[in-house]
């Protein structure tokens, strides 16, 4: 490089030939460096404010809490029928005279509650195939809720085949949003992560009504099944869970128990209008549904179910979860020991 | 002078650069952070940062980059970029001879462009969720084209006293690309950092605004153009100098006969052009593109939520899509596990995971008690774990899982042919062991009676290391195979239900 001394490059040369430009002013300089001084200095401090405050921010969302579901129970009044059996021809007048000789729906839906209605819409199938609910009962129920003035009454399930042709075809979609309920399908977006707390099961994705509303009604139908032998209102609860159920299976009776002190229904309603024998829970063939027109009701699903086990000609001293159930403090298999009214037949 | 100047710190930072990938083998980290120049990268923490809305701590090191970026302009590609100095290198043995050619390769061009189109797809692809910037960040790309081509070739020649015999799956694709891009300095020089680079793009915007810059005295320009001769970033010091595609290189400063440039600060704007010719529809075609490309990349089968069976991650990686959110494919997870059996994922991982590591066991197993994958991530993709944390307590604590171990019962010695072996069961480091054996009495060929012992896998207690598939003296497919099933890092990947999740 020479050692030439060169004029200031940043004064104003004239160009020759033209007229100087008129010289800016100083202070307009100083302005104009002291702006763009700042402006770097504000990208500077911005990323690392930025970098400082997103620094490990995922470390803290593993530490979540999850919300339990709450005891859904309802106080029993002194004296008031623990169970109720009747029989007769239309389903839906079973229900009611069951809900009656219980109290009324008074006694477990309260003014402005909200409700979830839980039936068994496990199955692509018809009613008479027995799979699912019967319609008639569910939509029965749903009446009575929504006369009880319920506030908001919520009917779903998590269907094992396609939802929408099990909400379809079982036909309780189309009898409960006439009496007045609130379809909510399995959408991946329906359920919310819980807390379970159990012996097995230590959280699971659970459809939000459950975690929302402050009645739960299970609905459910009396069916054999391969593996717990029966399925009735305990097992019901599977219907509740999303994820990879499956896994249940290798410990179905305490799954089963698990599940069935998470929700702690208000009332459940076993439907043996028609009750499936054989090649359960899915069926398929009539020659496997038998007619019963059997409606019982109460608070006591361990009992429920144990009168359930009697109809598909079981001991419930033979089904795990009945036995597991008891022990677990959820009801009595000793039906006939409550306070039962049978009523029809 | 400065010139020297900077020439000691191209030397000193690849050399530091080289030393640190050098030292990434389980003889030799001991616990010195070997991936620290990962986390100088300014890309690398705003793309994952963009994605997981997290940054990882160590991330926080690319300040000292973007900083003073903002005040010096894009020094970083000519002064610490270890890419960039070997293109530097191979540029300089590439160029022409006569100056006006010299100068004509170093004219700005249209498709210089090109590396903010990338840039902007990349930065699209991570708001979406999908970190994508390894493929091309010249940091993450140097690691892996190091790690698992240059240093297995050079260590198998060197009868595997480095670190023992490396092979990689499909390294030589990985040679190629890395090759390649260096071989593209003979078309001109710095190909790839002027048209491709998007770390360069990166720093090319932030250095719209820098205080210090290289500009020309026009009253002293004789327009020789000699200052064109050998300009890095094709930056124009023939014309107005280009501050965003400037490498600070300074060769124009020196080149200039009559010193006529000069790096100054606050030097008048007029002097230099701040901006990228990309119009903002091409800005934001971009970053839409990339954007939009995610939910496709998802919709592909063999992904999330049912993943290829040989998705093995390593220990301590997190959820596939947290995952995914920032993993850069650097490959110092694969360089420093002792085994060899981190590789480069193919098709396993989806085309979002291509080249993102995956166990596979036949070629090493999962060391039990080694955590040195999660402790070279560099941003945090591999969670770092101690010893106690993988190994796991059983059953208050269990282990980290990144699989489970599947009997092939036609391949099994005695399985599948009354012979006696129980390798599988012998190596199995989990305590108890996850590998067990009954005894039967079987009926041979020739109809005498003989006991075998006869192996079966115990999932509660598996981890899907694949010892015993590493080990499985069966010649190419083993007798006994892991596959990704019961991972922990997921509750939907769990067979047993013994985790309490479903």
Excluded at chain 1, 245 to 252: C, D, E, F
Excluded at chain 2, 201 to 229: D, H
Excluded at chain 2, 372 to 398: D, F, H, S
Aim: proline share 7%.
């Amino acid at each position: 490089m020479t050692s030439e001394k060169r004029p200031d490059p940043y004064e104003c040369q004239p160009a020759p030939g033209n007229q100087p430009p008129p010289p800016p002013a100083p202070v307009d300089m100083n302005r104009r460096a002291a702006l763009r001084v700042g402006m770097t200095a504000a990208m500077a401090v911005g990323s690392v404010a930025v970098g400082l405050s997103l620094r490990d921010r995922d470390a803290s969302k593993k530490t979540k809490t999850l919300p339990t579901i709450k005891d859904h129970r309802a106080e029993k009044p002194a004296g008031a029928t623990d169970m109720a059996i009747v029989r007769g021809p239309d389903p839906a007048v079973n229900v009611r005279k069951a809900i009656e000789a219980l109290g009324g729906m008074g006694r477990f839906v309260r003014r402005g509650e909200r409700v979830v209605i839980k039936p068994n819409i496990g199955w692509n199938r018809t009613p008479e195939q027995a799979a699912n609910t019967n319609p008639d009962v569910v939509a029965e129920v749903v009446r009575l809720v929504v006369a009880a003035g319920a506030g908001k009454v919520w009917l779903t399930d998590a269907s094992v085949n396609t939802p929408e042709q099990c909400f379809a075809r079982s036909g309780i979609e189309k009898a409960a949003k006439a009496a007045g309920a609130t379809i909510v399908r399995p959408d991946a977006s329906a359920f919310r992560e819980v807390n379970v707390s159990g012996k097995l099961l230590r959280t699971g994705d659970v459809l939000f009504p459950f975690v929302e509303a402050d009645r739960v009604i299970n609905v459910p139908i009396v069916k054999q099944h391969g593996l717990s032998l029966a399925s009735m209102s305990l097992k019901n609860w599977y219907g509740v869970l999303g994820g990879q159920r499956v896994k249940l299976h290798q410990n179905i009776h305490l799954s089963i128990i698990d599940l069935a002190a998470m929700v702690k229904p208000t009332l459940t309603i076993l439907d043996a209008t028609r009750i499936l024998l054989a090649n359960g829970p899915t069926g398929g063939s009539l020659a496997d549904v038998k007619q019963m027109d059997t409606i019982a009701a109460g608070s006591d699903e361990v009992a429920l179910d144990a009168f359930g086990a009697t109809l598909l000609g079981l001991n419930p001293n033979d089904v795990g979860f009945i036995v597991e159930g008891m022990k677990a403090g959820l009801g009595t298999p000793q039906w006939q020991n409550l306070k039962t009214v049978e009523l029809g037949g | 002078m400065f010139l020297w100047l900077r020439r000691a710190y191209q030397i000193v930072f690849i050399a530091f650069f080289l030393f640190l990938v050098f030292m990434t083998t389980a003889g030799l980290i001991r616990s010195y952070d070997v991936q620290w120049l990962l986390t100088f990268d300014p890309l690398v923490a705003l793309t994952t940062a963009l994605a997981s809305h997290s940054l990882y701590h160590a991330l926080l090191w690319s300040l000292v980059i973007i900083v003073p970026t903002l005040v010096l302009g894009r020094f970083f590609c000519s002064w610490i970029c270890p890419m960039g100095v070997m293109h530097h290198a191979l540029g300089f043995l590439a160029r022409k001879r006569r100056i006006p050619d010299r100068v004509k390769t170093n004219n700005p061009r249209p498709s210089h462009k090109i590396k903010y189109v990338v840039l902007a797809v990349m930065l699209g692809l991570a708001a979406a969720g999908s970190v994508q910037i390894g493929l091309l960040d010249p940091i993450a790309s140097t690691w892996r084209g190091l790690a698992t081509s240059v240093m297995p070739a050079l260590g198998n020649l060197a009868f595997g006293m480095y670190q023992g015999e490396r092979h990689f799956q499909w390294g030589t694709l990985i040679t190629v690309v890395f090759f390649g891009a260096l071989a593209l300095n003979f078309v001109y020089p710095r190909f790839y950092c002027r048209v491709l680079c998007p770390l360069g793009a990166l720093l090319g915007l932030l250095s719209k605004f820098s205080l210090f810059r290289i500009v020309k005295r026009p009253e002293i320009c004789k327009g020789c153009k000699a200052c064109g001769a050998d300009c890095q970033g094709a930056a124009d010091p023939q014309g107005t100098v280009r501050a965003t595609e400037c490498m600070v290189c300074l060769n124009c400063v020196a080149t200039c006969p009559r010193g006529g440039l000069s790096y100054r600060f606050l030097p008048p704007v007029d002097r230099s052009i701040t901006k990228v010719d990309l119009t903002r529809r091409k800005w934001l075609g971009a970053g839409v593109a990339g954007a939009v490309a995610v939910p496709f990349m998802r919709a592909s089968d063999g992904v999330e939520p049912r993943p290829n069976p040989a998705r093995i991650r390593p220990p301590g990686a997190l959820e596939e899509n947290a995952f995914l959110e920032k993993c850069i494919k650097c490959g110092a997870c694969m360089k420093v596990c002792p085994t060899g059996g981190l590789q480069p994922a193919l098709q396993e991982a989806g085309i979002e995971g291509f080249w993102s590591p995956i166990l596979i066991p036949r070629i090493g197993y999962c060391e039990a008690n080694c955590t040195l994958c999660g402790q070279v991530c560099p941003t945090g993709a591999i969670e770092k774990l101690t010893v106690a944390q993988k190994v796991g307590e059983m059953p208050a604590r269990p282990p980290v899982r990144i699989g489970s171990a599947f009997f092939d019962k036609g391949r099994c010695l005695p399985w599948g042919y009354q012979t006696q072996c129980i390798v599988c069961e012998e190596v199995c480091p989990a305590s108890p062991k996850a590998i067990y054996f009954k005894l039967e009495t079987i009926t041979a060929r020739d109809g005498s009676q003989k006991t075998l012992k006869m192996p079966f896998v115990d999932l509660d207690n598996c981890t899907g290391c694949g010892t015993c598939e590493t080990r499985c003296p069966v010649v190419d497919r083993a007798g006994i195979r892991v596959s990704a099933a019961n991972e922990s890092r997921t509750p939907r990947s769990s067979i047993s239900l013994t985790g309490g999740k479903i």
